[in-house]
């Protein structure tokens, strides 16, 4: 087909969304709605100004979480990736901590915050910080060492060395971990909201059910979570693009 | 074939290779750069002919395109009379780096060609050309064991086990020291004694042609076309400091282009 | 790399063991000295462990989460890798699906779980599916960049040999893109694990996820909370290990020389 390349995915989604309405119509009775009944379901949740609402009570709790997570994780980070022994000692402590889902930590997380936002932001926290801080102990290790022997070279003061030489060497891993460790936490607020609080995108979905069934909802939610979670991470990525350009250009 | 058959292989008669009004445009349009144009070569059986020119003339362009990965916009390229449509194992390339398979041994390497063949015909060729390229011992080892020198000899002994017609060999020490370098020459040529293929071999070392080839071809800038064609009758071993290969050496530089006096 | 001397074997044991020893006295001093009645010492945790194993109830737990996580990441294996290869293979493709894929891949798998139900049911079957989609995104991103990194060079000596295309695939596109693949697997897997907990706090009643909410639930017993979230650690841990285990196949080990 002589359809421009740009317009090719666009076609492809169209298939799929016809696609899946043809199922459900020849389905009668099934509990499942189609895209267009999920159409409608967007347009109720803006109508009734819950769309917004809930938008904004996620991306709030998203922002404190992974920003708390980030003013900890990174300098933490940063200074156990400096000192070998640092990251000896806590290493396997991390590794351990690493694989237990956020979601684990609900009992905790109300026990000391109680139900509410405070929780459902602890527990981005925690699903932030540990991805986190393995990403700046990794970017500090990584940084080359002919960057750091210049810097001693060149008579550099400690705090001149960590701005000039340190700080911009690991700011591209730093920002692609950002939105690696962004996207996680999108991930995690979602089924924060789905158990712990009564607003946003996680808990709307399961309000939807629970309140009559209102699957088109569901689905609706659904889908407005993944899109913004795709607008979060092309955003992060522009920021990327910005300031890696100075750096990345100059390897190879 | 039996092994003897196939090292004696070449018996230096007539025509291997044959281009005619190679033409090569990159691009459409107004975008369109010409490469390549009007180039006409004729190579004999068994003979070593180097190309050179100035840098980004288009030699690994048509080494590519004689090869078979590079459809040429005009003219043709001919293999004993059989016109070249796409890669074929009857003439391997050999790349300038990265081109041996880090997920296999020596061994695995240099049998890379050869699933056709019966289990004890394969341990025999592979074995021959271990030995061809001077790397017994290594046979069990991963390309990550060895340094630049040895896969770029790892590469010719895959090349040669699949008994092509012809070699082409795309800058194939650019990426090693220069001592390095002279080693390989040395025993590019040893081989090249033993196991005699057509041999066409792109390089932009000068030293390296006169050292190396029976011809050496001279292409210009871009868009390429020959601009000349050298013989080097110098009989091997080749002195490089005989007046004859001084002045072979000279008379190539300035068909580049190039001062000799610094 | 840093401004002390270079640290010595012994050290390698000691910092770690002295770091989990300070966490523990810090845990433990801070239950004592904020007179805390919920929350557990380290002591209670290991008495809540050992309680659990006698109950046979730890290793049905383990079992059942173990289980999910073989069987929902065995099939996104088995669906991605050939899905994820094909769209390295063909770019055309790719442009045309991974839009789709990348509106997909940020919706938490949990946010799945009232569609799963439809489709599953409840009980084991959504919670294998949720591993499922979860595991399925970082594999196809790993199988699409590993395809896509392969020098070129190493493809044309394949077509120069005379491989046809799906000989090409399989004896020079798949070896030269497996340990980027393995990397993804890692991945996955990692991130299955952590799903499967979640998806067993919400949908299903068993396996360790279901034991951390359940020993809140019925008598707050926080001891046997942490005891779980320590397992739940540790074998995701070990789980990771073993797979890294496998990058060291002299096949694949090409590809990590320079990994830590």
């Known amino acids: ?252 | ?262 | 790399m840093n401004s002390l001397a270079k640290p010595r074997m012994w050290e390698r044991f000691f910092w770690p063991v002295f770091a989990a020893a300070a966490l523990l006295a810090l845990w433990h001093y801070s239950v004592r000295w904020t007179g805390t009645k919920v929350f557990p010492s380290p002591l209670s945790v290991e008495k809540g462990i050992v309680q659990l194993f006698h109950k046979h109830l730890l290793w049905a737990d383990i079992g059942d989460s173990l289980r999910r996580v073989a069987l929902g990441f065995g099939a996104a294996v088995i669906v991605a890798v050939p899905l994820g290869l094909f769209l390295g293979w063909s770019p055309t493709t790719n442009q045309v699906v991974n839009p789709v894929l990348q509106i997909l891949r940020p919706i938490s798998p949990i946010a799945w779980i009232p569609v799963a139900i439809i489709f599953f049911g409840v009980g084991d079957h959504p919670a294998i599916f949720l591993v499922f989609l979860a595991s399925f995104f970082p594999i196809v991103v790993a199988c699409v960049s590993g395809v896509s990194s392969v020098p070129p060079n190493l493809r044309s000596a394949g077509r120069n040999f005379g491989l046809s295309a799906p000989r090409l695939l399989m004896r020079v596109i798949f070896p030269a893109a497996l340990p980027q693949i393995l990397v993804g697997l890692r991945i996955a897997l990692g991130i299955a694990w952590l799903v499967v907990v979640a998806a067993e706090m919400i949908a299903v009643d068993s396996g360790l996820g279901y034991l951390v909410i359940d020993s809140r639930n019925s008598g707050k017993r926080y001891d046997l909370v942490v005891a779980a979230m320590l397992m739940i650690g540790i074998i995701g841990l070990a789980l990771d290990i073993s797979i890294r285990s496998i990058e060291r196949f002299k096949s694949v080990r090409w590809g990590f020389r320079n990994a830590s």
């Open chain 2, 1 to 262: 074939m039996s092994l003897a058959e196939v090292i004696t292989k070449s018996s230096g008669d007539g025509q291997k290779l044959k281009l005619e009004h190679l033409h090569m445009v990159y691009g459409q349009g107004a975008e369109s750069v010409p490469v390549l144009e009007d180039v006409n070569l004729e190579v004999s059986d068994g003979e070593f002919v180097c190309i050179v020119g100035p840098s980004g003339c288009g030699k690994s362009t048509l080494l590519n395109v004689m090869a078979g990965f590079l459809p040429a916009t005009g003219g043709t390229v001919t293999i004993d009379g059989e016109v070249v449509s796409g890669p074929d194992s009857r003439r391997i390339l050999v790349f300038q780096e990265r081109g041996v398979f880090p997920w296999l041994t020596v061994e695995g390497n240099i049998g890379f060609g050869l699933a056709k063949l019966s289990r004890e015909e394969r341990r025999q060729r592979i074995a021959h050309y271990v030995q061809a390229v001077r790397l017994q011992g290594f046979e069990h080892a991963y390309p990550s064991d060895l340094s630049g020198g040895m896969k770029q000899r790892l590469q010719v002994a895959r090349a040669l086990a699949v008994n092509p017609d012809i070699l082409y060999l795309d800058e194939p020490f650019g990426a090693l020291d220069f001592v390095t370098r002279v080693i390989m020459r040395g025993e590019l040529h040893r081989i090249w004694q033993t196991e005699r293929r057509t041999i066409l071999f792109v390089t932009h070392d000068i030293d390296e042609a006169v050292q190396l080839a029976d011809r050496v071809v001279v292409l210009s800038s871009r868009p390429a076309r020959i601009q000349d064609i050298l013989t080097i009758d110098i009989h091997h071993p080749r002195n490089i400091s005989s007046p004859r290969y001084l002045e072979l050496r000279d008379e190539l530089l300035k068909q580049i282009g190039l001062a000799y006096e610094i």
């Open chain 1, 1 to 252: 087909m002589k359809l421009p390349a740009r317009f090719r995915p666009v076609l492809f989604i169209v298939l799929l969304l016809v696609g899946w309405q043809v199922a459900i119509d020849r389905h009668p009775g099934q509990i499942l709605p189609g895209p267009i009944a999920v159409a409608g379901g967007i347009v109720d949740l803006l109508r009734h100004g819950i769309l917004f609402k809930y938008i904004v009570a996620s991306l709030f709790r998203v922002t404190w979480g992974f920003s708390l997570a980030a003013l900890l994780a990174i300098p933490l980070g940063l200074m156990l990736g400096w000192f070998q022994r640092g990251e000896m000692a806590f290493y396997p402590l991390i590794q351990i901590f690493r694989p237990i889902s956020p979601l684990a930590w609900i009992p905790i997380a109300i026990l000391w915050f109680g139900v509410g936002d405070s929780a459902a932001i602890f527990l981005i926290f925690v699903g932030c910080f540990f991805p986190m801080l393995l990403i700046a102990m990794s970017a500090v290790r990584n940084i080359p060492s002919i960057y750091i022997n210049a810097g001693r070279n060149f008579g550099l003061s400690s705090s001149e060395f960590v701005t000039r030489v340190l700080y911009p060497a690991v700011i591209p891993q730093l920002l692609v971990g950002l939105r690696i460790t962004l996207g996680i936490a999108w991930l995690v607020v979602v089924a924060a909201e789905m158990i712990s609080v009564n607003s946003g995108l996680g808990f709307l979905i399961v309000d939807a059910r629970n309140a009559g069934n209102r699957y088109d909802l569901v689905v609706a939610g659904m889908v407005i979570i993944g899109v913004i979670g795709l607008l979060l991470d092309l955003a992060m990525r522009s920021l990327e693009n910005v300031k890696s350009f100075h750096w990345s250009s100059s390897e190879e």
